[in-house]
């Protein structure tokens, strides 16, 4: 099994900052791609954001120029740095991997918990 744990959201004003983090473990043979996808109250899931292992790194217009997304394959961690903040950012933030385990034949997706960023005055 993969497990992906997530931690650094919470509240925060308008223009402010938020650094996300998620570390995947378990039985990992490779993971291809990590990323964040939001989700907020009466909406779809989209994606924020993803880094392949090759290839160029992923953003949604909506977030461009503000997040950069980063990876240290070393850590099996997925990192969104949040800069200028806006109400309409507030979301559950859920992260992402497609991974093979090591035991394994298909190559899966997995979901981390979520984690709550509230952007609000």
């Known amino acids: 099994q993969v497990q992906l744990v997530e931690s650094g959201g919470g509240l925060v004003q308008p223009g402010g900052s938020l650094r996300l983090s998620c570390a995947a473990s378990?039985?990992?043979?490779?993971?291809?791609?990590m990323g964040w996808y939001r989700q907020a109250p009466g909406k779809q899931r989209e994606l924020v954001a993803n880094?392949?292992?090759?290839?160029?790194?992923n953003y949604a217009d909506s977030v461009k120029g503000r997040f950069t997304i980063s990876r240290d394959n070393a850590k099996n961690t997925v990192y969104l740095q949040m800069n200028s903040l806006k109400p309409e950012d507030t979301a559950v933030y859920y992260c992402?991997?497609?991974?093979?385990?090591?035991?394994?034949?298909?190559?899966?997706?997995?979901w981390g918990q979520g984690t709550q960023v509230t952007v609000s005055s």
């Open positions: 378990g039985t990992i043979f490779s993971i291809y791609v």
């Open positions: 992402n991997a497609v991974a093979r385990e090591v035991t394994g034949s298909k190559i899966l997706g997995y």
């Open positions: 880094v392949p292992n090759v290839g160029s790194t």
